[in-house]
C-alpha cells in the first residue's frame, strides 16, 4: 500500500486520460503516416501527446518537457535538471495491429535519472506506476484512479535461474536470437510489445528482457524506475547505468531490464 501521494495521483490520472483519448481512435480505420526516421505516426499518437503536455502544464508550467511527438533542442534541454519525459502512445506498431500492447509513458526526470514513473495500458486498463524509495504498483482502473491505496505492490521474480526471457513482439532481431542461444538453454520466451516488458518483469511475470535493436529514451525511463522500485534493475550490457539527457542525441545504449538475478 502506498501512502497518497498528490503529484503521483495527478499523473496517473494524466495517464488514464490520455489513454481514453487514444481509444477513441482505436476501433476505427487507422490513417498512418510515417516520420522522417520511417516510425509510424497516428491520429492517436498527437491527440494523446497534446492532452499530456497540456495537463502536464497545468501541473507546473516551470518543469518543461521533452515528449516523442514534441522534441526539444540539445541546445535548449542540456541544462535541465529536472523535467518530464513522455511517449504519450508507446508501440504504435502495436495499436496499429490492434493487439492492444501499447501503452502511454510519463516519467519524471532529475539530475538525469528517473525519479518517478507511469505506465498505462488502454486496452486492459492496468495501470503501473513507482517512485523512487516508494516502491513499484499496479492497479486496473477502468475509470479515473481515485486512491493509490488501492494498488497492489509488485516485486520482481527471484526464482533459481532465469528461464523466462521477453522477446520484444515488433523488433526481434538475430542479435537477439544468438545472444538467447549462447547464455540460456531451454529458455521459455516471452512475446510483449512496447513498455509492457518493463512491466513482465516488473511483476515478476517474466525473468529478463535483454535489449538490442534501437530505442529512444522516452521509450525506457518510466519502466526503468517500475522496474528499479520492484526490486530488479535496469543496465547497459558493460553493466553501466543509464542517464538520461546526458547527450545530443535520445538513444539508449544496449540494455537488459532484470529481476532479482545477477547476469
Known amino acids: 500500500m502506498i501512502e497518497n501521494n498528490n503529484l503521483l495521483l495527478k499523473v496517473c490520472n494524466i495517464a488514464i486520460q490520455a489513454g481514453e483519448e487514444i481509444l477513441k481512435y482505436y476501433n476505427d480505420d487507422i490513417e498512418v503516416t510515417h516520420k522522417d526516421d520511417s516510425s509510424p505516426l497516428t491520429k492517436a499518437d498527437l491527440a494523446s501527446n497534446k492532452m499530456i503536455l497540456n495537463a502536464l ?12 511527438e514534441s522534441l526539444v533542442e540539445w541546445n ?4 535541465w535538471t529536472t523535467y518530464w519525459l513522455v511517449d504519450p502512445l508507446d508501440g504504435t506498431k502495436e495499436f496499429i495491429k490492434k493487439n492492444g500492447e501499447f501503452t502511454v509513458n510519463i516519467a519524471l526526470i532529475e539530475n538525469n535519472k528517473s525519479i518517478l514513473g507511469v505506465i498505462y495500458t488502454p ?14 504498483f499496479k492497479i486496473n482502473s477502468s475509470s479515473k484512479l481515485i486512491d493509490l491505496k488501492e494498488a497492489k505492490k509488485i516485486f520482481v521474480s527471484n526464482h533459481s535461474s532465469i528461464k523466462r526471457i521477453i522477446g520484444s ?7 537477439f536470437d544468438s545472444w538467447v542461444n549462447k547464455n540460456f538453454p531451454n529458455p521459455v520466451i516471452v512475446q510483449a510489445g512496447s513498455s509492457l516488458k518493463f512491466c ?10 535483454p ?12 519502466g526503468h524506475i517500475i522496474v528499479d522500485e520492484a526490486g530488479g534493475r535496469v543496465s547497459t550490457f558493460e553493466n553501466n547505468e543509464i542517464n538520461y539527457n546526458s547527450k545530443v542525441d535520445l538513444l539508449n545504449p544496449q540494455f537488459y531490464a532484470i529481476g532479482n538475478y545477477k547476469l
Do not use: C, M
Open 200 to 209: 513482465l518483469i516488473a511483476e515478476g511475470v517474466a525473468d529478463i528482457y
Open 169 to 175: 513482439r515488433s523488433h526481434s532481431n538475430q542479435d
Open 57 to 68: 502544464h497545468e501541473l507546473d508550467r516551470t518543469i518543461p518537457i521533452l515528449s516523442e
Open 123 to 136: 486496452v486492459k486498463s492496468d495501470l503501473y506506476f513507482a517512485q523512487k524509495n516508494y516502491g513499484s
Open 76 to 79: 535548449q534541454r542540456k541544462n
Open 211 to 222: 535489449r538490442f535493436g534501437p530505442t529512444s529514451e522516452w521509450d525506457i525511463a518510466a
